[in-house]
């Protein structure tokens, strides 16, 4: 009985002090004409941190976001099946050049949101900011994962 206390013990150390599914922390830059947008975003790069997303969050502060890495670059698709909260998704090139804007991606749709082009990452951040920073196509998404050409 005393080893089963110590195992759940230790069981309940390592499941306490576990890093969130989600995926690291990390910071990126958007760079518009006008200005330079930081946002610290949650990285996607494994296949289930990509499935997940930001599905089931009630709230994005205003300067985070998510950062999805693809192992290629190809068109990519999203949808909003399980996400509650309105995005802006900007797609991009493997050099971290915007190639393709979504605004205001609507919780709860099915409807497929492509990137229309090869694209290797996407960041979604909250919808309408983009607007509202003056986000373009061109522009430039800073972020180590974010130096491949196309």
């Avoid at 605004?103 to 960041?123: K, R």
């Amino acid at each position: 009985m005393r080893y089963l206390r110590k195992l759940l013990w230790l069981l309940l150390v390592l499941w306490a002090g576990a890093p969130a599914a989600a995926g690291s922390i990390d910071e990126v830059t958007v760079v518009t004409a006008q200005a330079r947008h930081h946002f610290q975003v949650e990285l996607a790069a494994t296949e289930a941190a990509r499935r997940k997303g930001l599905m089931h969050r009630s709230e994005l502060a205003a300067d985070a976001g998510m950062l999805f890495i693809f192992p290629r670059s190809e068109p990519q698709s999203f949808w909003m099946k399980n996400t509650l909260i309105p995005l802006d998704m900007l797609f991009l090139a493997g050099d971290g050049r915007i190639m393709h804007l979504h605004h205001n991606a609507q919780p709860h749709s099915l409807t497929p949101i492509s990137s229309n082009v090869d694209v290797t990452a996407v960041l979604e951040i909250n919808g309408g900011l983009s607007r509202r920073l003056k986000i373009k196509v061109g522009d430039q998404v800073l972020h180590p994962s974010l130096t491949r050409r196309n």
